[in-house]
C-alpha cells in the first residue's frame, strides 16, 4: 500500500445502524424501471420492489419498452463470436401485452406490492420513452411540419390562357406522410430583380387555388401585376403542412404510434384521455397516493415546424402576418438579410412560446387536475434539432425538474478509469430549479452501457461531479425488470447499467445509495449560490454556453448562474448587488451580471441599463441590434444608444475582479476540487469532492462569505460530523482519493468529534499489511464450488480451477487474523485496499456495515476488545468475517471460454446492428481483481 494511500485511511467508524433505509424520505434514491418486450411476472415484481426496498430506494418509475435487440437474449456458449452464441428460446416466456388486461393486472400488482413495501411508482406519459403519444393520434393530431413545392414561372408563355383572359398554372402538391396534408397559402414573387424584393412584390394568390385539381387560376387584371416589364419570372410557392411522422419510441407495437402535437391542447387533452386516463383508472384507490408522478423523458421527437393555428397564434403574438415571409421557410432569402434573419427569430420564439404553453404547462395542468405530479427532462438545449423555446422556462411548470448524466467508464482498461465529461452535459435544469423554487432537481443517473463490470467505486466520481452541479436526487438509469432468476439477465445494452436483483453487488449496495442520501438531504430545498449572473439571451434556442464561450465570459473558478428574461424582470440591486426579487431567493445575491449576445430584444437592453444606473456591474459583449422583425431599425437604434451608455466604445467588457465565494490555498486544486455552495434557512452548505482518482488532497479553504459562524464537516460515508477549526481565515481539509465532504454553516447539531484531531492529525502507531492468513473461502453463488482452506490472500482470478477463476457473485472469507500482544489496548482500523464491489464486515459477533469505498477505514477497536484472546505468547487473534461481491464481466469472459451448459449465464445481447459488438465482454478480455487481491490493512493508533 502507498504512503499515500495509507496516510489517507479514514478515522471515522462506520456502523450499520447508520445504513438504514429512509422510507418515503425524498432524499432517497430512486430508480426507472424499464419493463422490457411484454416479459413481466408478478413474481419477478415482487421481487425486484423488495430488492429495491431493501438496498434503500423507495421510488420507481415503470417505463414500458420494446427494443428487438433488446429481445435477443443468449447463453454464452463456445464462443467463436457474438452470431454463434445460441439463442434462448423465448417462446415459453409470458407476454403481457402493452395495455392489455394482463398487463393493467401486473400494473395493479406493482402498485400493491409498491404500497406494502411503503414504496411510490410513477409512470413515463406514453409507451417507449419518448415522448407523448401513441396509436389513438390521427395524423391530424400529430406534430406538423410546414411542407412546401415550388413552380418557376419565365413568361406568360408557360401559362394556359382561358377564353376570359385567366391564366391556369399547375402547382404539384407539397410532400405528403400518412395520406395527411393541408394548405396554408400560394405565394408568388418575382425573380431577378435587381433591388430587394419588398412585402408589395409578394402576392397572395390562395383565393385562387383549386387544390383538387392543383391549378392556379390567375386573373386577368392580377397577372399585369405578376408579370410587368420589371418582372420576367416569378415564382409560385403553394405552402401547406403535413405529419412530421415522427413516433413514439421505443414503444411496444401495441403502444406506438405518433407522437401529439406539440403546440395544440386539443391533441395533448385526446392523449391525456386515452393513456394517462386508462393509467390512472388501473391504479384505482392508489391513484395520486402510491401512484403519484407521470414522467417526460428528455425531448427526442425532433422539430415540429407548424400547427394548425399558427398563422393566427403568430400575428397575436409578433403583431404582424407571418404568411408573406413563408418564402424564407423554404429557403428563398428574398428579402434583405436583416428581415430574414428578423423573422426567423420570430418565427422560432412563436413555436418555442406555443409548447412552452400548450405542452409542458398544459401537460402540467392536466396532471395536477388529476392529483398527479409532473417530473419532467424538459428540452436539455445543445442539440439542433431542439424548438425554439427558452429552454429554462420549460421546466416552469413540473413539479420535479430531471436532468442526466452518463457515467462513461473505460471498461476495456484494467483498472476500469472514470471519464469524467467536463462540463456537465446538461446544466440548464440545474439553473431553472433555482429560478423556478424547485425543491428537488432529480437526475436520471449513472446511464451508459450496460458494461457488466462497474461498481460503486466506478461509478462515484460521475455523482460527485452531479452533486457539484445542483443534482439532489438521483433516479437509477436503470433497473430493468427481471422476470426470471438467471443472470445478468434483461438490460438495456447500451443505454443502462445493470442495476438489479441480479448484479451481486447491488443486493450489498445500500451503503453507496446511503452515501447519496445523506449528500441529498443536504441539497434538497437548498438553493445553489455563485458569483455571477449569465443572461440566457433572447436567441432562440436560448442554450447554455459553449465550453469556449464560458472561457471566455467567466474567470476561472467562479460559479454563476443562468437567468432568463422573466427572472432578469425581477433581478433588482441592492448594495451593489444583483438579487431576485422571489421569496426563495432573499438571501442568495450576486456580484455582477453578464451579456453574452449582440442581438437582444429592447425590453431586456431598458431592464440592463436600469440595473447599471441602480449600481449593478453589466459586463460581457455589447448589444448592438435588437432581434424581432416589427419596428427593427427603431428598436435596434434604441438598442445601441442605451448599450452605448454601458459600453461605450468597447465591444466587450470583461468581468470584474471579485473575491470568489471559495477560495483554496493552492490553486492547482481549482481542477482538482469539485464544489458547490447551497444556502437554506439561513445556513450554509459548501459541498467539495476530490475528483482525483487516486491521490489524496490537502488543501486550505477559505469560505470568503462566511464570518464568525462555526463550520462543521459532515462526512457523507458514515453521517459522523466534526467540529472544524480555522487557521487564519482558512480551514484545512483532507480528502481521500474521490470523496466527498460537506462543510457546514450556522449548524446547531452537535459535533461526533474534532476534524483537526480525528482526520487531520490521526495518531497512526503503525500500519499492517496482512497478506497472509489462516481460514477459509467460501462460494455462495455456486453450489458446485467446495470451501476452500487458505493460508494466504490472493486474487481468485489467478487460480487454476475455471470455476473459481472466472467466479462472479458472493464470496466469504472467515479469517482468523493476528495482532501483536503490544497493539492490544490501541486503537484499531481495518481497511481493505481491494473489495471487488463490497465488502460486508463481522468482526466476531459484531456487524460493521458494508463499505465500497477501497480507501476507507472501519474502526475495529471495541469490537476486537470484546472477542480478542491469547492464542499463544507474544501474539493475539481475533475472528474476522468477510462478504464480497464482484461485478458479472469476469463469469461473462469465462462462459466464452467454458461450455458451462444451464449455468451459462442469460443476458442481453452484447452488440446490436447500430453499434457493433460491445468490447468489453470477450474471450481474451482481462479479468477484473476479485477477492482480497491486495490484503488486509490494520490500522494501529494511539489511544
Known sequence: MSTHLRTAIATAALSATLFTA?????????????????????????????????????????????????????????????????????????????????????????????????????????????????????????????????????????????????????????????????????????????????????????????????????????????????????????????????????????????ECDKMDTTALNLHFAHYNADVMKAAGRHCGKTFSYFLVDSWECRLQTWTKHLPEEFARRRGYSMLPYLPVLAGDAIFDATTCEAFIHDYRLTLGELIEEYFFKHLADLCHANGMLLYSEGIYGGKDDIPGCDIMATYKYCDVPMTEFWARLQAMQNPITSKVTAPFNHILPQHAALLYDKPILASEA????????????????????????????????????????????????????????????????????????????????????????????????????????????????????????????????????????????????????????????????????????????????????????????????????????????????????????????????????????????????????????????????????????????????DGRRYAMTPHDGAYRIKLRPRQAVIVLFGEEVAANASYDREVLTPAIVETLHITKADGRLSFPSDKDIKTQKISELRDITESKNPDIRYYCGVLEYDLTLALPEKYIGQRLKLNLPALGATAHVWVGDTDLGTVWDPTYALDITDAV???????????????????????????????????????????????IEKYGDIPFVRRDQVLIPAGLSQGINLIVMEK
Not at 417507449?128 to 413545392?149: C, D, L, Q, R, V
Not at 436503470?478 to 451481486?504: C, E, K, W
Open 446 to 717: 449513472y446511464t451508459g452501457a450496460a458494461i457488466y463490470s462497474e461498481s460503486p467505486w466506478d461509478l462515484v466520481p460521475y455523482a460527485n461531479q452531479a452533486y457539484s452541479e445542483g443534482v439532489s436526487k438521483m433516479m437509477l438509469h436503470s433497473y430493468v425488470h427481471q422476470m426470471q432468476d438467471r443472470g445478468p439477465g434483461f438490460t438495456l445494452g447500451i443505454y443502462g447499467q445493470a442495476f438489479n436483483r441480479l448484479n451481486p453487488w447491488f443486493n450489498e449496495s445500500l451503503p453507496y445509495w446511503t452515501w447519496q442520501q445523506r449528500i441529498q438531504e443536504q441539497m434538497q430545498g437548498a438553493q445553489r449560490c455563485a458569483d455571477a449572473l449569465i443572461y440566457i439571451g433572447d436567441c432562440r434556442p436560448a442554450n447554455e454556453c459553449k465550453a469556449d464561450e464560458l472561457a471566455r465570459l467567466v474567470p476561472e473558478g467562479q460559479k454563476y448562474q443562468y437567468i432568463n428574461a422573466e427572472a432578469l424582470a425581477e433581478t433588482q440591486v441592492r448594495d451593489g448587488r444583483l438579487t431576485i426579487n422571489r421569496p426563495h431567493l432573499k438571501d442568495i445575491d450576486y456580484q455582477y451580471i453578464i451579456v453574452r449576445q449582440s442581438a437582444i430584444d429592447l425590453s431586456t437592453m431598458r431592464r440592463l441599463h436600469a440595473l447599471h444606473k441602480a449600481g449593478a456591474k453589466v459586463c460581457g459583449v455589447k448589444p448592438v441590434a435588437s432581434l424581432g422583425l416589427l419596428n427593427h431599425a427603431e428598436e435596434s437604434a434604441e438598442v445601441l444608444r442605451l448599450a452605448n451608455e454601458i459600453w461605450g466604445d468597447n465591444d466587450f467588457l470583461p468581468a470584474p475582479e471579485v473575491k470568489r465565494e471559495v477560495v483554496f490555498g493552492d490553486k492547482a486544486d481549482d481542477s482538482r476540487i469539485n464544489y458547490l455552495h447551497r444556502k437554506r434557512d439561513g445556513k450554509d452548505a459548501y459541498f467539495l469532492a476530490n475528483m482525483q482518482d487516486d491521490k489524496e488532497l490537502l488543501t486550505d479553504v477559505t469560505f470568503t462569505r462566511e464570518d464568525g459562524r462555526s463550520a462543521v464537516l459532515l462526512d457523507p460515508m
Open 22 to 258: 429512509n422510507a418515503q424520505s425524498p432524499a432517497a434514491t430512486g430508480t426507472w424501471w424499464h419493463w422490457m418486450n411484454g416479459h413481466i411476472t408478478r413474481e419477478g415484481i415482487t421481487k425486484d420492489l423488495e430488492a429495491m426496498k431493501a438496498n434503500g430506494i423507495d421510488n420507481a418509475t415503470i417505463l414500458n419498452v420494446y427494443r428487438p435487440f433488446g429481445s435477443q437474449f443468449k447463453a454464452f456458449e463456445k464462443y467463436v463470436a457474438p452470431e454463434n452464441m445460441r439463442d434462448i428460446d423465448e417462446s415459453a416466456w409470458p407476454v403481457a401485452k402493452f395495455a392489455s388486461p394482463e398487463w393493467y393486472d401486473l400494473f395493479r400488482w406493482a402498485l400493491d406490492e409498491a404500497e406494502r413495501l411503503g414504496m411510490t411508482i410513477g409512470t413515463a406519459n406514453c409507451d417507449g420513452w419518448s415522448e407523448t403519444g401513441g396509436p389513438w393520434i390521427a395524423p391530424e393530431n400529430s406534430m406538423k411540419g410546414i411542407t412546401y413545392a415550388k413552380t418557376l414561372i419565365t413568361g406568360a408563355s408557360e401559362l394556359q390562357s382561358l377564353a376570359d383572359g385567366r391564366m391556369e398554372i399547375e402547382l404539384p402538391q407539397p410532400e405528403m406522410k400518412a395520406n395527411f396534408y393541408e394548405d396554408v397559402c400560394v405565394l408568388a414573387y418575382p425573380v431577378g430583380l435587381k433591388r430587394a424584393v419588398t412585402l408589395a412584390d409578394v402576392k397572395d394568390l390562395t383565393p385562387y387555388l383549386d387544390a383538387k385539381r392543383g391549378v392556379l387560376t390567375v386573373p386577368a387584371e392580377l397577372q399585369f401585376s405578376i408579370l410587368s416589364s420589371e418582372v420576367k419570372r416569378f415564382e409560385v410557392l403553394r405552402f401547406g403542412y403535413t405529419t412530421t411522422g415522427q413516433k413514439t419510441h421505443p414503444a411496444s407495437p401495441e403502444g406506438a404510434g405518433f
Open 865 to 911: 476488545a470484546a472477542c480478542i484472546g491469547q492464542s499463544k505468547k507474544g501474539q493475539c487473534s481475533f475472528p474476522v468475517k468477510l462478504r464480497l461481491t464482484n461485478p458479472w464481466r469476469n463469469r461473462l469472459v469465462g462462459d466464452l471460454n467454458q461450455n458451462r451448459g444451464d449455468k451459462a449465464a442469460l443476458c442481453t445481447s452484447p452488440g
